[in-house]
């Protein structure tokens, strides 16, 4: 049983399906693994131990009694704390949802269990997913696995860190600059975003909408198509889900790269990167191209727009989504108030974080009367040119290769009084956000102090699994996924 | 004394009648009991996302076509940014630079001329839900509130500055509400809040307005006209003693018959519209807008046009039984089974019309088929004028039809000489006064004589026999 939290769910699926272990065993595996690390790593807000065990018996009996099981039966899954489940708490790593517990499930939810995974618990993460390193979180930081002294990434730190120490199998987090990638980049696992409108944002709660994806954490490739193939397709309940039909992403992983091409767009290989972040990720090249791939230098020119074009445009949707938090309806309410503009003021003042704070007062000038022309509406134009940016790219390249962080992770505190510098932490993942198109971080390498480094593999919209096809390829022809954090 | 021009421009808010609201399943009945068509997305909860109802859209579309509309091809819903508890999100889904539809106008009567009065723009919203004040001791510090109306679908439409008078306002309303109804789009209940209306007026020179001010709650288009006149005076009272009008929101006192300052220009909001990145613009194709038009109801005004000219009616008429759809198809259904128009058209207009003021039209029991049977039994004499009310006002209470009514009260109508004869007879020895007087050269006292035997008929007999066969008694005993 010791060897379930290194396993990947496509492996587990296989002991399981040879009978040679049950779900509860799995189940039970997990929460001993948490039990032993948990206090090192602190990446959960809630578990759900006695329901996932009463699961995991209602899918050994329905596996004894021989009835047809969905392709996750049994894998233990952690959800990001942004992300509703039913009945059970949903705090956005926020004091102001602190006893918040959603009378619905996320549509994503509702595909997971249906295809048998098991909730695990919920996962920490930077205050509404705002930040690059969980150190925003309301209630504790996470820490990276690798090295406790340094941060997970973020804002999906609690769900890379799960995956990564082996307290989970799979876990989804939510992205809307890169809070998938970086914190999987930072953790040495793979993480992805998926095209915007792949995957149902219903019961996500919202940060920036036309940017927030739901995507998958995972230990390999292979778990990583297993669990886009579940979450993916259009939800009558998200319209801006979009209905295209799914490709059935395990048939594209094959260790083969032959006729696929390869940019390396310029722009993502100057400013303030590590130098071993810059050299793995070459070499990555280099191992494609061994593969059979085409790789060439590209250009994607108004890159060094897309970290201001990202802050006005995020911080404006995020100005108006989470005005909701006002302590009338649901969540925090502040004890003292003489009247209601009052408790408005007293309840966002005491429920709110820092840096949420910055980004709803940043967001609500850019919206104002007489700033909205110059720096929303600018914002979209860019957003639109960083967009074409790709599309010309992708007329050449099936894939763009980038490093996925430009360092690897950081001391806890080193950045967080430094929101300029924190915000470039997402420098190379935010335009995949502002484009719409999909991305992932795979492992490359390990950098300084021997932290992980992540390879970005960028795509055209809607065609994951040349992603996946080429991540996978990588994967399979090196040796990374098997070094794990010793905690 | 300076002369100004007065210009006023309507918003109109009309819920729409769809059974859910425009971004849920949730129902829209008026009266339920508080916060019990909800859900989480009309409460604004986390993670929730609106959907649009496409039948609010069409609704939209269609009120824009009958007011000769532009529907923009691509619409888009924006985020009115502004903080109230009755506002679950804390911003309205509605739209902003890129509406529904464009331009447009609405017929009105000024002076015995026809006016247009031009139409801005056409947009739809959510509505908000409604604050309840506690009242009772305990929850005085308190308000509740309920969000049973939070969601429900609005359409906003905002007239040209075109309007030049409280009375114009008043048939500019009462015009667009004709039509709106006759669409089925909307009940138009200004006491239930289906309608609501704000005004923009401002007093210039010809070809330029001046400082305007916004006025808000009025609650029927009379306060509406009032609310006009009063904020029409005061600003011309400003101005005649040179001051300035300041461009603010002022409300409407309908018992103290003034209008106060709500908030100045400084207090304004500002709304931080921004488009609504949940939902994608809205593309609206040209065959959508070709069926949409197809079922589109004959308006008022063409159908008054038609009743004069088909049915010839009098426009007096015409006006009368086009002002409400119902009635009007409520006519022609008359018509079909009775077909002599001004006598359906009398009897609509009157004993009709009376009765159903207290009822809904959709109860009525009495159809088309019986008023028009109970209308040939007065043709044919059968019936009196007299009695047929009688008839017609059981008829809505029962549901039964004319004759049925007719064969169980005895209401059958004497036309019979023979028996009528005997009465007259026992009248005219009954009467002998009367019967002098006349004699005397007193017409009148055939009247008497007449309204006499129709007593003793219980009004059964047909009244120009008996006057007949009165005067040949009379001329008998004289002669």
Redesign the interface.
Known sequence: MNIIPELPANKIIKLLKRKEISVEEIVLAQFKRIDEVEDKVKAFISLNKEEAINEAKMWDKKIHEDKKIPPLCGIPIAIKD???VKNEK?T?GSRI?EN?S???S?TVIDKVKNAGCIIIGKTNMDEFAMGSSTENSSFYVTRNPWNPETIPGGSSGGSAASVASGEVTLALGSDTGGSIRQPAALCGIVGMKPTYGRVS??????F???LDQIGPLTKDVTDCALLLQVISGKD?????SIDRPVPKYLEYLIPDLQGIKVGLPKEYFVTGIEKEVKESVLQAAKVLEDLGAKVEETSLPHTEYAVATYYLIAT??A??NL????G???GYRTKEKTN?IDM?KKTRKEGFGDEVKRRIMLG?YV???GY?ENY?GKALRVRTLIKRDFEKAFEKFDVLLTPTSPTVAFKIGEKIDDPLKMYLSDIFTISANLAGIPGISIPCGFGQNNLPVGLQILGRPFEEETILRVAYAYEQSTEWRKRKPEI | MKEYKIYIGLEVHVELSTQSKLFCGCKTKFGAAPNTQTCPVCLGLPGVLPVINRKAVEYTIITALALNSRINKNCRFARKNYYYPDLPKNYQISQYEEPLASGGWVEIKANGKTKKIGIERIHLEEDAGKLIHGEIKEDKDFSFVDYNRAGIPLMEIVSRPEINSPEEAYEYLVNLRQIVRYLGVSDCNMEEGSLRCDANISLGEENRMGTKTELKNMNSFKEIREGLRAEIKRQYELLSRGEKVIQETRVWDPKKKKTFSMRGKEEAHDYRYFPEPDLPPLFIDKSWVERLKAIIPELPQERFNRFIHQYGLPEYDAGVLTESKDIADYFEECVKFFPKPKMVSNWVMGDFMRLVKKEDMTKIKISPASTADLLSEVEKGTLSTTMAKEVMEEMFKTGKGASQIIEERGLKQISDEESLDKVADEVVKENPKAVKDWQKGKSQAIKFLVGQLMRKTKGKANPQLANKLIEKKLKNLSG
Do not use: W
Not at chain 1, 236 to 240: E, I, L
Not at chain 1, 323 to 326: E, G, I, T
């Open positions: 942004n992300i509703c949903t956005c949802l918040f959603p009378p619905y996320a944002r219903y019961g996500l709660v919202a920036a909408s036309s009558n309940k998200d319209s801006t404006a949707e100005s108006s005005a909701r938090y006002d009338v309806k649901y209601m408005y609500t919206l104002s009367k909205y929303y």
